[in-house]
């Protein structure tokens, strides 16, 4: 159990019988004999829970209380005092103790009190973790029509109930964060936290700082201890987009995470274990970096142990109709417009285009199109000129034209273009006025 009980208590037979209580549950349970001991221990490593007689030698329970909560506020406190020095306890809850108990004491009341503590640190943990990862959504919607996709949800659905790392690849775009958030609300993790940072966005101190939190003092602006991702992902999964752009400083502390599964804050001393699983994504060719020496082989080799690639949206065409039919209803709310649908133009254009920013093209080209469509049915109109023009036909054996009809139905959709403007539908064509007349009244 992750869970760490420092005990201060200058009585040896209760400090022993507490030892017992405490580890017999199971708790990770350090001891001292006195104020000066349990302020050395306090000083060098973390606790959850401090556990101090309020009366002990060289420093007091009521000192080992206003320097643990200096050093980190998460620390709660439970103080041990005697009958006749209940004034002294309640000084103490003034000063952020959690509670207190007087002796003599039951220990299986103890015991349960320390529980309530634990339940309560693990439950708090779950929120930080909810409240971090902004905007979830535990519906992660799933919409994949095309083979390609069905096999890779058929990939995760095989390791449900494994705990491996498991890496990403695909062009920018393409949905590695979507697919992170299936392998979550799929894995024997789902109630646990899913949290995601894009290692692209900070900068190594500040990218350090989030990932492992750091320690009070560790450097100009901590005024105080802060947990970082990989500390309050425990038991959960932490996303890691943009793998490929972390410093080889913090490639290293990665990696002693995913090895050994634990790590020191920034400016800590002493290792603190988790258990996160980790999935990590990236648009660049790792093994090249590797060859190159920008990236840890032994990081890339833990962190693939299942290799999962997306393929761009261009290579998955079934996907396009069903995709924009969702990003429809998802941003229409926002619209207070009624569109039904696409008109068979519009999706198309949409199916014949390459989509070079994949899924989130898709997405920004529909939220568009709502923006501008003034008709029930989203139009070819509402779609980027460029992508129109782009669009290239596709060929139906029971529909072929001649070269002549296509360049007529282009002229004419140009013409279209540009509200009837002859002069202006030409002057792109790259023809006369006349030629385009002469094309447009060829029957």
Known sequence: ?????????????????????????????????????????????YFDVLITDIKMPFVTGIELLEKVKEKNLYTEVIIITGFGSIGSAVEAMKKGAHDYITK??????????????????????ENIALKTFLGMNKEVPV?????????????????????????????????????AKIIHSTSSRKNMPFLSINCATLNEELLSSELFGHEKGAFTGAVMTKQGLVEIADTGILFLDEIAELSPGI??????????????????????????RFVAATNQDVKRLISDGRFREDLYYRLNVMEIDI????????????????????????????????????IDILINYSFPGNVRELENIIERAIILEKTSMITPESIPQSIRLLQIETLDPDKLKTADELVKEYAEKVLKMFGGNRSKAAEVLGISRTSLWKILKEE
């Not at 299986?108 to 693990?122: G, H, I, P």
């Not at 393929?311 to 998955?316: A, I, K, N, Q």
């Open 251 to 276: 490639q290293a502390k990665l990696l002693k995470v995913v090895e050994e599964g634990e790590f020191y804050r920034v400016g800590g001393t002493k290792p603190i274990k988790v258990d996160v």
């Open 104 to 125: 003599p004491f039951d220990l299986d009341e103890l015991s349960l009190r320390v529980k309530k503590l634990y339940e309560q640190k693990a439950l708090k943990k």
């Open 311 to 346: 393929p761009p949206l261009r290579e998955r065409i079934d996907d396009i109709k069903p995709l924009s039919a969702y990003f429809l209803q998802k941003h229409l709310p926002k619209s207070n417009k009624k569109i039904t649908g696409f008109s068979k133009e519009a």
């Open 143 to 179: 919409i994949a029509k095309s083979a390609s996709m069905k096999k890779i949800l058929s990939v995760i659905e095989g390791m449900k109930d494994s705990d491996c790392s498991v890496l990403l690849t695909g062009e920018s775009g393409v949905g590695k964060n979507l697919i």
């Open 1 to 45: 159990m992750n869970f760490k009980i420092l005990v201060a208590e200058d009585e040896e037979i209760t400090l022993n019988n507490i030892l017992d209580t405490l580890k017999e549950e199971g708790y990770t349970v350090s001891i001292a004999k006195d104020g000066k001991e349990a302020s050395q221990k306090i000083e060098g490593e």
